[in-house]
Antibody, heavy 118, light 104 residues
Framework: EVQLVESGGAVVQSGGSLRLSCEAS????????MHWVRQAPGKGLEWVAL????????DYADSVKGRFIVSRDNSRNSLFLQMNTLRIEDTAFYYC???????????WGQGTLVTVAS | DIQLTQSPSFLSASVGDTVTITCRASQGIYGYLAWYQQKAGKAPQLLIY???TLQRGVPSRFSGSGFGTEFTLTINSLQSEDFASYYCQQLNTYTFGPGTKVDF
């Protein structure tokens, strides 16, 4: 059974940094591209970042480009999101998600809450 | 950038109804569209991918159709567990639609 477990969410001051982790199990992690998606409380889903299976390709939403860095450690079946220069509007639940080829995100973690305080 | 719109944003329905949600893309995306269901406090769950392919384990009352810029999600014989929010997503640049809440 595929499992994705996020951690690292916290309350952080505006301008601060935070690193989220996502631990994967139940599938061959190194074979799959992975994504981060966020959802502000009561709002819709927003795609955040992509990292390819080998880690050589990354892409970001314009809203986080230059501030967030996605990485992975295939030896530890782990995905990361380094978030710098955090803003109030980054407050959200952050989900990691596994791809179903190019067609969808077929498995999601339970989410971790990041709250950016002024 | 590819934008998605969904209509309606809110849908009032009853058990047994057939409901249809529309998702429109600002430019053609072939069949690279997925549909998700999200219940309060939970992560999204994949329902449909490649516009019309039912994800394993999803009940057959859910169906999807469309190509290019216009897509639909249909739920036949709505069940109580289907009251939730539904999102479309395009898989070219991964953006999501704004969502449709299906409620009583």
């Amino acid at each position: 059974e595929v499992q994705l477990v996020e951690s690292g969410g916290a309350v952080v001051q505006s301008g601060g940094s935070l690193r989220l982790s996502c631990e994967a199990s139940g599938f061959t992690f190194e074979d799959y591209d992975m994504h981060w998606v966020r959802q502000a409380p009561g709002k819709g889903l927003e795609w955040v970042a992509l990292i390819s299976w080998g880690g050589d390709k990354t892409d970001y939403a314009d809203s986080v480009k230059g501030r967030f860095i996605v990485s992975r450690d295939n030896s530890r079946n782990s995905l990361f999101l380094q978030m710098n220069t955090l803003r109030i509007e980054d407050t959200a639940f952050y989900y990691c998600a596994k791809v179903l080829s190019d067609y969808a995100f077929d498995s999601w973690g339970q989410g971790t809450l990041v709250t950016v305080a002024s | 950038d590819i934008q998605l719109t969904q209509s309606p944003s809110f849908l009032s329905a009853s058990v047994g109804d057939t409901v249809t949600i529309t998702c429109r893309a600002s430019q053609g995306i072939y069949g690279y569209l997925a549909w998700y269901q999200q219940k309060a406090g939970k992560a999204p769950q994949l329902l449909i991918y490649a516009a019309s392919t039912l994800q394993r384990g999803v009940p057959s009352r859910f169906s999807g159709s469309g190509f290019g810029t216009e897509f639909t999600l249909t739920i036949n014989s709505l069940q109580s567990e289907d009251f939730a929010s539904y999102y479309c997503q395009q898989l070219n640049t991964y953006t999501f639609g704004p969502g449709t809440k299906v409620d009583f």
